[in-house]
């Protein structure tokens, strides 16, 4: 079928071949081209810088005992892990990843109370109730079957212990003013990589009902509002600059746009994000629940 085109950006994205989701889901990285691009070192420094500040004041709150157990699983370059282990010195926090070019690099920042190791989020090298506090940040949105990845979380957390997760969420990202409309941009990107991939974009939303299915008591969310107004406009630009590098390619192979529209797009969000009074806000959510 024609796809409809709307200024170049396609409301309906229909293939003449049905992606066999199936063979998707046996692919458990999908985007490991995209994890292991430099770029994405980029975007996770600035992320942090971003969400942090507010991020640790959640941490804060729950009151974790000084020596407690931490896993940090999908650690990606590190940046949470060695930031809580400042404020946890006497904690002993563990940082997974499945990429060796992610857990290479950190391997010289490791102490006794701070290591990183090659790990698989979906079937973790840990015994039943081994922490008290498991967080996976930045993670679920990139995998197939979320679901399945924290029943093997939430196994390897203590009754009492604690889930933190930061599940991003591209429908809660929006922009103004711009040229095009990224509502609808965002829109078809989660769309077309949920059928294609199986992963999803909108994991941030679903986040809640995923820990309440798994038997999780006193779930919560906080929202770190990532906008102009509370993030210094260079940090937000770095970010999205980097989506821009590592991202081009896969959305416009996953959505039919051609690579300079989706580009377009990038640079749209850049410019709003660099110049006053552009606005642009990211409500990120933090979503935690007690293991029973």
């Not at 804060?60 to 990606?76: T, V």
């Not at 989660?190 to 994991?203: A, D, K, L, P, W």
């Not at 600059?241 to 529209?261: F, K, S, V």
């Amino acid at each position: 079928m024609e796809p409809i085109v709307r200024s170049g950006m396609r409301t309906e994205n229909r293939r003449d071949e049905t992606p066999d989701l199936n063979a998707a889901l046996s692919n458990p990285n999908p985007q490991k081209e995209q994890m292991s691009h430099e770029s994405m070192d980029r975007c996770l420094a600035a992320q942090a810088e971003a969400i942090w500040p507010e991020e640790s004041r959640l941490l804060q709150a729950y009151e974790l005992n000084a020596r407690a157990r931490i896993l940090d699983a999908g650690s990606g370059t590190g940046q949470f892990a060695t930031r809580l282990h400042a404020r946890l010195p006497q904690a002993r926090i563990t940082g997974i990843d499945i990429l060796p070019e992610r857990i290479a690099p950190l391997r010289a920042q490791m102490t006794p109370g701070l290591t990183f190791a090659l790990g698989d989020i979906f079937q973790l090298d840990f015994d039943d109730a081994t922490f008290d506090l498991v967080a996976c940040r930045h993670v679920l949105q990139s995998i197939p079957e979320p679901e399945r990845a924290l029943a093997e979380l939430a196994r390897v957390i203590r009754p009492g212990g604690r889930i933190h997760l930061l599940a991003e969420d591209y429908g809660m990202l929006h922009f103004h003013p711009t040229r095009h409309d990224l509502d609808l941009f965002f829109h078809n990107n989660m769309r077309s990589i949920r059928e294609q991939t199986g992963v999803n974009y909108e994991s941030g939303r679903h986040a809640p009902f995923w820990l309440e299915t798994l038997g999780f008591k006193g779930v919560a969310v906080n929202y770190v509002i990532v906008d102009t107004l509370r993030v210094a406009r260079p940090i937000l630009r770095e970010m999205f600059i980097a989506w821009r590098d590592g991202y081009t390619g896969l959305l416009a192979e996953m959505t039919g746009l051609a690579p300079d529209l989706v580009r377009e797009r990038f640079e749209d969000m850049i410019a709003c994000v660099s110049t006053p009074p552009g606005y642009a806000v990211w409500f990120v959510p933090i979503v935690t629940g007690i293991k029973i």
